[in-house]
């Protein structure tokens, strides 16, 4: 990564990194995203149940995947598609933390939130905890969605959304109030969630450059019900004319 390759001469070229060095998601600041180094490994198993008792384990319990469809740039992303996938996404409306995509770019940023927000004007959540762990970690591009997928895993486990180590000032283009959520700078817990632990979930996004776009729900497995049984994935190829 240090290197002067193609990849990072080019992404520094096209202004998609930051000049400061930092990915401020949600941010003020926020300029462009810091690239990354990382890797993630998941361990993946049927669901029992007798995993109920299984301390730490976590269960995707709805998932879905999209194309971005047309958008302004190669980059940007399509706030409808967005929408979409996560009206797909089995569970979606109950998450009370979402684990963004978040980049940290001025064009990305406000249009991930407005595509949460159109989403979440038809939830039952009281609010929304809106984390970030490319603001702490960077963008480690092929490695993005497991940082985040594994960010998540804490969330749902432990209750505590990440900090987003990057927050100063809220991106006033973002507009995060139409959310109504939190993207907190230091720890915080989950309001109701420790009383009521059955009804929390996390979302996470993942948004590629290809197009494809991927949303999940995960749950912590002492805390799955019977709602949560159906666990059909939803691959969605077909695009109407507009996300074309």
């Given at each position: 990564?240090?290197?002067?390759?193609?990849?990072?001469?080019g992404a520094a070229v096209a202004a998609m990194t930051s000049e400061t060095g930092r990915c401020h998601t949600f941010d003020a600041a926020a300029d462009g995203y810091c690239r990354g180094e990382g890797c993630g490994v998941v361990m993946l198993g049927i669901r029992r149940p007798d995993m109920t008792s299984l301390k730490g384990g976590v269960a995707a319990t709805g998932f879905a995947v999209k194309h971005n469809g047309q958008s302004a740039t190669f980059t940007a992303l399509n706030s409808i598609s967005?929408?979409?996938?996560?009206?797909?996404?089995?569970?979606?409306?109950?998450?009370?933390?979402?684990?963004?995509?978040?980049?940290?770019?001025?064009?990305?940023?406000?249009?991930?939130?407005?595509?949460?927000?159109?989403?979440?004007?038809?939830?039952?959540?009281?609010?929304?905890?809106?984390?970030?762990?490319?603001?702490?970690?960077?963008?480690?591009?092929?490695?993005?969605?497991?940082?985040?997928?594994?960010?998540?895993?804490?969330?749902?486990?432990?209750?505590?959304?990440?900090?987003?180590?990057?927050?100063?000032?809220?991106?006033?283009?973002?507009?995060?109030?139409?959310?109504?959520?939190?993207?907190?700078?230091?720890?915080?817990?989950?309001?109701?969630?420790?009383?009521?632990?059955?009804?929390?979930?996390?979302?996470?996004?993942?948004?590629?450059?290809?197009?494809?776009?991927?949303?999940?729900?995960?749950?912590?497995?002492?805390?799955?019900?019977?709602?949560?049984?159906?666990?059909?994935?939803?691959?969605?190829?077909?695009?109407?004319?507009?996300?074309?």
């Amino acid at each position: 990564m240090l290197a002067p390759s193609f990849v990072h001469v080019g992404a520094a070229v096209a202004a998609m990194t930051s000049e400061t060095g930092r990915c401020h998601t949600f941010d003020a600041a926020a300029d462009g995203y810091c690239r990354g180094e990382g890797c993630g490994v998941v361990m993946l198993g049927i669901r029992r149940p007798d995993m109920t008792s299984l301390k730490g384990g976590v269960a995707a319990t709805g998932f879905a995947v999209k194309h971005n469809g047309q958008s302004a740039t190669f980059t940007a992303l399509n706030s409808i598609s967005q929408t979409r996938l996560m009206e797909a996404c089995k569970g979606a409306r109950l998450t009370l933390a979402v684990e963004a995509h978040g980049t940290g770019t001025k064009l990305g940023d406000p249009i991930e939130i407005a595509g949460l927000a159109n989403f979440k004007k038809a939830t039952t959540a009281p609010r929304t905890i809106l984390n970030a762990v490319k603001a702490n970690l960077g963008h480690t591009e092929p490695t993005a969605g497991a940082a985040g997928y594994l960010a998540s895993l804490i969330v749902a486990v432990a209750n505590e959304p990440q900090p987003n180590a990057a927050l100063r000032t809220a991106n006033p283009v973002a507009r995060i109030e139409k959310l109504d959520c939190l993207a907190p700078p230091t720890d915080t817990v989950v309001a109701g969630a420790t009383s009521s632990p059955r009804a929390f979930s996390v979302g996470v996004s993942s948004f590629g450059y290809s197009g494809i776009i991927a949303h999940a729900v995960l749950k912590a497995v002492a805390c799955i019900d019977d709602d949560d049984n159906d666990l059909s994935p939803t691959l969605d190829a077909k695009c109407s004319r507009r996300e074309l």
